[in-house]
C-alpha cells in the first residue's frame, strides 16, 4: 500500500525532502504545510499549529516529517506519538540538544564530547568579569532558539561585553536570552556532519560545508545560510572516523544512557582547528542550506531511511549509498538580506534551466501562475557535476537564468573547497 506522506516546514530543506520522497516508489501524494510556492499539495497549516497538523495527519493517513526545529522543540513528535500518528524526528526531550544550547554544553561536559571552553551565566555583571579574565576572544550566546540570531563571535572585551548587554539586558531574544553561555573561540575551518539515528545506530550523511556570511570570502554578518557543496575534503575519512565515533555515536549512546532515544537528523557544527573537531552546535534537525547538496547526492530511498529511524531497524538496512559526484546549492536571496528586504518581487526564468539543476524553493510564494519572493532566502538553486568545479560551474551557469530585480547572491559558493583538494 502506497503511503502518503506530510512534511511540515516551508523552507528550502523541506522542498528538497519532499523532491526525494517523491521519488519512492512506496510514496503516494506528499503534503507541505504549509510549505512555499515550490512545492506540491500545500496545506495552510502553520507549524507551530501542533493540533491543526496532527489532525491533518490522521485524516489523510499521512507518515509525517518534520524539518524545522521549532515544533521539534514544542513537542510534535511526542504528541503525534500519543495520537499513534507515525511521525520522524526527535522528541521533544531529545530535541532539547538544540532548543537548550546550556543543556547541549552540559550534556557535552559530563560526556566528554570536545566543545569549547565556557562558563554559564544570567548576570552581566559576572559575565563581564568572567571575559575580563580571560586571554581568549570569545563568542557569546543566548541560551534558546533565536532563529539563528542568538550567537555574537566577539573580536575583543568590548564587543563581548556589548554583546553580554544585548542579550541579557536588553533582551533582544526575549526569554530565549534569559541565560547566556560564553565560550571559548575556536579559530579554525567550519564544517557540518549531519547523520540519521534511531537511538541506537546512527548512519552518516555525505560531509557538507556551508557558507554562513552574506558576502564573498566569508565577510559581513551571518546569515541563515547562502550556499553548500556536498561532499567536503576537510572532513576527509580519518576525520570522517574521528567525528562520527567521537561525537556522533558518543552523544547517541550518552542521550540512551540518560534514558533519551534520540531518532532523527542529528546535525553537528563542527570547527576543525589544527586537524581536531570541535563541536559548535548541535541541530536535531537537517541543514538548511546543506539539505539540498546532500539529498541530490542521495542514491538511496530517503523514506525506507526515515521508516527505520523511527522504528528502530536503521541495522537492518544496507549503508546509505551517494553518488560519487558533487553537489553545489546557491541560495539567491533578497538583496538587504539578512537585514530589511522587499517582497512580492516576481521572479522568472525557471522554464530556461537546461543542465540537469534542481530550483528548490524557500522564501517563494505562488500568485496565480506567477512566482513571487517572500523572504530573505527565496530560492536554492542546486547542482550536480563531477568534480566540484564542474559542479560550481553548472549550478553558476543555472543561476543566471533566474531573474527578478532583487536578486542577491555570492559568486564563491564552493571555492573555499577547492582550497582543501
Ligand atoms: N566557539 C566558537 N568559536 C568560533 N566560532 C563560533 C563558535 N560558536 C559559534 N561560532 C560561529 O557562530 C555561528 C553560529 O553559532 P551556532 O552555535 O551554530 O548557533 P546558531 O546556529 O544557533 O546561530 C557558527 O556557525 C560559527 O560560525
Ligand atoms: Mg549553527
Redesign the pocket.
Known amino acids: 500500500m502506497l503511503v502518503n506522506i506530510l512534511v511540515i516546514g516551508s523552507g528550502g530543506r523541506e522542498h528538497a525532502l519532499s523532491w526525494k520522497l517523491s521519488q519512492s516508489s512506496k510514496v503516494d501524494t506528499i503534503f507541505t504545510a504549509p510549505g512555499n510556492g515550490g512545492t506540491q499539495n500545500n496545506v495552510p497549516i502553520n507549524a507551530d499549529d501542533l493540533d491543526g497538523l496532527a489532525d491533518f495527519a490522521q485524516k489523510n493517513n499521512c507518515f509525517t516529517v518534520v524539518g524545522p526545529e521549532d515544533p521539534l522543540a514544542a513537542g510534535i513528535v511526542d504528541k503525534f506519538n500519543k495520537l499513534g500518528l507515525k511521525v520522524f524526528g526527535p522528541s521533544q526531550k531529545a530535541a532539547q540538544l538544540?532548543s537548550s544550547?546550556i543543556w547541549a554544553k552540559d550534556f557535552m561536559k559530563r560526556n566528554e564530547i570536545p566543545s569549547?571552553r565556557f562558563e554559564i551565566f544570567d548576570n552581566a555583571q559576572k559575565a563581564q568579569e568572567y571575559v575580563e579574565s580571560l586571554d581568549y576572544n570569545v563568542?557569546v550566546?543566548a541560551d534558546g532558539?533565536?532563529a539563528?540570531?542568538?550567537?555574537i563571535?566577539c573580536n575583543s572585551n568590548d564587543e563581548a561585553i556589548s554583546a553580554i548587554q544585548t542579550i541579557l539586558v536588553k533582551k533582544t531574544f526575549g526569554d530565549a536570552g534569559n541565560r547566556i553561555i560564553v565560550?571559548?573561540?575556536?579559530?579554525?575551518i567550519?564544517a557540518s556532519y549531519i547523520a540519521l539515528s534511531d537511538g541506537d545506530v546512527a548512519i552518516p550523511m555525505a560531509t557538507s560545508q556551508?557558507h554562513?556570511r552574506i558576502f564573498d570570502n566569508d565577510e559581513g554578518p551571518?546569515t541563515g545560510g547562502m550556499g553548500a557543496y556536498s561532499p567536503t575534503a576537510i572532513i576527509d575519512d580519518n576525520l570522517t572516523k574521528i567525528i562520527q565515533e567521537e561525537i556522533i555515536e558518543k552523544t547517541i549512546h550518552a542521550m540512551k544512557k540518560e534514558g533519551i532515544v534520540f531518532k532523527g537528523f542529528l546535525y553537528a557544527?563542527i570547527?576543525i582547528r589544527d586537524g581536531k573537531p570541535?563541536v559548535?552546535?548541535y541541530?536535531v534537525r537537517m541543514g538548511d542550506p546543506e539539505c539540498q547538496p546532500i539529498t541530490m547526492r542521495m542514491d538511496f530511498d530517503l523514506y525506507d531511511y526515515l521508516v527505520a529511524s523511527v522504528d528502530g531497524t536503521l541495522s537492518s538496512l544496507p549503508p546509505a549509498s551517494w553518488k560519487l559526484q558533487s553537489a553545489v546549492c546557491v541560495v539567491l536571496a533578497s538583496k538587504g538580506y539578512p537585514e530589511s528586504y522587499s517582497k512580492n518581487d516576481e521572479i522568472t526564468g525557471f522554464d530556461s534551466i537546461s543542465n540537469g539543476a534542481i530550483v528548490f524553493h524557500a522564501g517563494t510564494k505562488k500568485s496565480g501562475e506567477k512566482i513571487l519572493s517572500n523572504g530573505g532566502r527565496v530560492l536554492g538553486v542546486t547542482a550536480l557535476g563531477d568534480s566540484l568545479e564542474s559542479a560550481i560551474t553548472n549550478v553558476y551557469s543555472a543561476i543566471e537564468k533566474i531573474t527578478w530585480s532583487q536578486k542577491y547572491n555570492r559568486t564563491d559558493i564552493g571555492k573555499k573547497g577547492l582550497s582543501y583538494l
Do not use: Q, S, T
Not at 148 to 151: A, E, M, P, S
Open positions: 538544540e544550547k569549547a563568542v550566546k532558539l533565536a539563528g540570531k542568538g550567537v563571535v565560550e571559548e573561540r575556536i579559530d579554525g567550519e556551508d554562513k551571518n557544527g570547527m570541535f559548535l552546535e541541530n
